[in-house]
């Protein structure tokens, strides 16, 4: 088969030009519209291109033959299809091009950065576009959630998530900085029994915080902890031991622990420094237990922040705080927009 591409000012003047010279029997394999010229993607013109093709006549049928043409036909067609998936990018400007190329190298969801660059696409002004990308990657992120607690109203909060996320670093630091800054009484209780360096990590931090700790085994003697030793408390942190999201029997033992009866909130650990198919599995097996919050770690470690919105944006669950470090209480953040966007927006200094 002879193939070629033909290029015209629109559609009509480039099919008489593949009729001119490949004749009637051409066959039309893809057509695209693109854009030429002009500045920074501005004034230019539109033109159309046509990849065309026509068998040549053999007097050789062999069966070798015309396996070769449907090896070529297939190849044609996987060409087609790679063409039509990247139309999008051929149709933007350069400044857009770039935009989109920086939210795909962050791991941004495909899906997700095309929709970000078409709202970028109402306005022709590069300064307004880029004030809607910030404003819908702020809406995106959402307003976080921190831990809220009133004087008259206890709290209990649990903390879950995978092995090696750093619960128990996180929980010691948001208990450092409520007994500190807000001078509230906080209380400690590790179901993590299935770690002895966890409850003793946890030990560790409670005697310097001065605060008491717990352990118990099961939901009874968490729910005996609540209602006696912590009954006066104001706020009550649960450490809950690390699965992995094929850990059935782990995960059906969390579920019975942060029932609704005895949790207030829970919050999700995700750490930022994994990748962004096993974050979306951690998020799906962890459902199970109902986390209203989505707490992020190991921000300092990760190379790659798109996840960030991803995870904004298919689950619609708000982001309560943010870690950065082992320093307790200091490496930890409310997940404010204007702290998450730098991260995305590639200043990380901001």
């Given at each position: 088969?002879?193939i070629k591409?033909?290029?015209?000012?629109?559609?009509q003047d480039?099919?008489f030009?593949v009729k001119?010279?490949?004749?009637?029997?051409a066959?039309?394999l893809?057509t695209r519209k693109?854009k030429?010229?002009?500045?920074?993607?501005?004034?230019?013109?539109e033109?159309v291109?046509?990849?065309a093709?026509?068998?040549e006549?053999?007097?050789?049928?062999r069966p070798?033959?015309n396996r070769?043409?449907?090896?070529?036909?297939?190849?044609?067609s996987?060409?087609?299809?790679?063409w039509?998936e990247n139309?999008?990018?051929r149709s933007?400007s350069?400044p857009l091009?770039k935009?989109f190329?920086?939210?795909l190298q962050?791991d941004?969801?495909e899906?997700?950065a095309r929709?970000?660059i078409?709202k970028?696409?109402?306005?022709?002004?590069?300064?307004?576009q880029?004030?809607?990308?910030s404003?819908e990657?702020?809406?995106?992120?959402?307003?976080?959630?921190?831990?809220?607690?009133k004087?008259?109203?206890?709290k209990?909060?649990a903390?879950?998530?995978?092995?090696?996320v750093?619960?128990?670093?996180?929980i010691a630091?948001?208990?450092?900085?409520f007994?500190q800054?807000?001078?509230?009484?906080v209380?400690?209780?590790?179901?993590?029994?299935y770690?002895i360096?966890?409850v003793?990590?946890?030990?560790t931090?409670?005697?310097?915080?001065n605060?008491?700790l717990?352990?118990?085994?099961?939901?009874n003697e968490?729910?005996k902890v609540l209602a006696?030793k912590y009954?006066?408390y104001d706020?009550i942190?649960?450490?809950t031991?690390?699965?992995s999201?094929n850990?059935?029997?782990?995960?059906?033992?969390?579920?019975k622990?942060?029932?609704?009866?005895?949790i207030d909130?829970t919050?999700l650990?995700?750490?930022?420094?994994?990748s962004k198919?096993?974050?979306?599995?951690?998020i799906?097996?962890?459902s199970?237990?109902?986390?209203n919050r989505?707490?992020?770690?190991?921000?300092?470690?990760a190379?790659?922040?798109?996840?960030i919105?991803?995870?904004?944006?298919?689950?619609k669950q708000p982001?309560?705080y943010?870690?950065?470090?082992?320093?307790?209480?200091d490496d930890?953040?409310?997940?404010?927009?204007e702290k998450?966007?730098p991260f995305i927006l590639?200043d990380?200094n901001?």
């Amino acid at each position: 088969m002879k193939i070629k591409k033909y290029v015209g000012k629109n559609m009509q003047d480039t099919i008489f030009k593949v009729k001119a010279e490949l004749g009637s029997d051409a066959i039309i394999l893809n057509t695209r519209k693109f854009k030429e010229g002009g500045i920074l993607g501005f004034f230019a013109k539109e033109k159309v291109e046509v990849l065309a093709g026509v068998e040549e006549k053999e007097q050789n049928n062999r069966p070798e033959t015309n396996r070769e043409i449907q090896e070529i036909k297939s190849m044609l067609s996987n060409l087609n299809k790679n063409w039509n998936e990247n139309d999008f990018v051929r149709s933007l400007s350069e400044p857009l091009k770039k935009v989109f190329n920086l939210l795909l190298q962050e791991d941004v969801n495909e899906s997700l950065a095309r929709y970000l660059i078409e709202k970028m696409q109402e306005s022709d002004n590069p300064e307004e576009q880029m004030e809607i990308l910030s404003n819908e990657i702020e809406t995106i992120i959402g307003p976080p959630a921190p831990l809220v607690v009133k004087s008259d109203n206890q709290k209990v909060v649990a903390l879950i998530g995978p092995t090696g996320v750093g619960k128990t670093t996180t929980i010691a630091k948001i208990a450092a900085d409520f007994v500190q800054n807000n001078n509230y009484q906080v209380g400690l209780i590790t179901a993590d029994t299935y770690r002895i360096a966890a409850v003793q990590q946890l030990k560790t931090y409670s005697d310097i915080i001065n605060i008491p700790l717990e352990v118990v085994y099961d939901e009874n003697e968490f729910a005996k902890v609540l209602a006696s030793k912590y009954k006066d408390y104001d706020l009550i942190l649960l450490d809950t031991p690390g699965s992995s999201w094929n850990d059935k029997v782990q995960l059906g033992r969390l579920k019975k622990l942060v029932n609704k009866n005895l949790i207030d909130e829970t919050h999700l650990l995700l750490s930022l420094n994994s990748s962004k198919d096993n974050i979306e599995k951690v998020i799906e097996k962890f459902s199970e237990l109902n986390p209203n919050r989505f707490l992020l770690t190991k921000i300092d470690e990760a190379t790659k922040y798109g996840s960030i919105l991803n995870i904004g944006y298919s689950y619609k669950q708000p982001f309560s705080y943010y870690s950065a470090g082992q320093d307790v209480p200091d490496d930890i953040e409310v997940a404010y927009q204007e702290k998450l966007m730098p991260f995305i927006l590639g200043d990380k200094n901001a």
